[in-house]
């Protein structure tokens, strides 16, 4: 982390992380840290407390739990058969939240990635996480006015599994 804290911020921050180094979470960040991309974790004063944010690259990211957070169409978000009807309520509530956080982020010029857990399990990690780089990347780019091509960077739109939000990461827009 390049940001200078107070050694009473740091420590509130190394505690705030304490409790959040959930394990979808480190595979993202060592990742990150491996390809050189520097970040900061659950410091930010930002909406709906993104896993990580990424300045440099005007990125957020959340890493979601395919339950809590209600993957669609997700072989891990299965609702009980117990109060089915109370956990259905809590999970679209969690959504809406998500979704009007998605928005708000957007609004304030973040592009916002959401990495679901079953993106990370081990058959699929790599391909995710490579795909991760690879929008924050395009993402820098045009951060810096670079024109990119789809042409020139897209990968298929087949691979693309991530939702990448609040910027256009292939460049359709120069495409159409
Ligand atoms: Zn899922």
């Known amino acids: 982390m390049v940001d200078k804290l107070s050694p009473e911020q740091r420590r509130k921050c190394m505690q705030a992380n304490k409790s959040n180094d959930t394990k979808p979470e480190l595979i993202v960040r060592k990742y990150l840290f491996s390809q050189g991309i520097h970040y900061r974790l659950h410091c ?9 944010v990424l300045k440099k690259y005007s990125t957020v990211i959340f ?20 109060n089915t009807l109370f956990w259905k309520n809590k999970i679209e ?4 939240r998500d979704e009007r956080v998605r928005q708000q982020l957007i609004s304030l010029g973040w592009g916002v990635m959401v990495i679901w857990e079953c ?3 081990p058959s699929v990690r790599e391909a995710t996480l490579k795909e991760v780089v690879y929008n924050l990347s395009v993402a820098y780019l045009k951060k810096c006015g670079v024109r990119t091509t789809g042409e020139i960077y897209a990968p298929k739109e087949d691979d693309i599994a991530i939702a990448a939000e609040g910027y256009a990461p292939y460049g359709k827009e120069h495409n159409e």
């Open 44 to 52: 930010s004063n930002l909406p709906g407390k993104p896993d990580i």
């Open 63 to 82: 890493i979601n739990g395919c339950f809590w957070h209600g993957h669609e169409a997700c072989p891990y978000y299965r609702l009980p058969k117990t």
């Open 93 to 96: 509530t969690n959504r809406e």
């Open 119 to 121: 993106q990370l399990k």
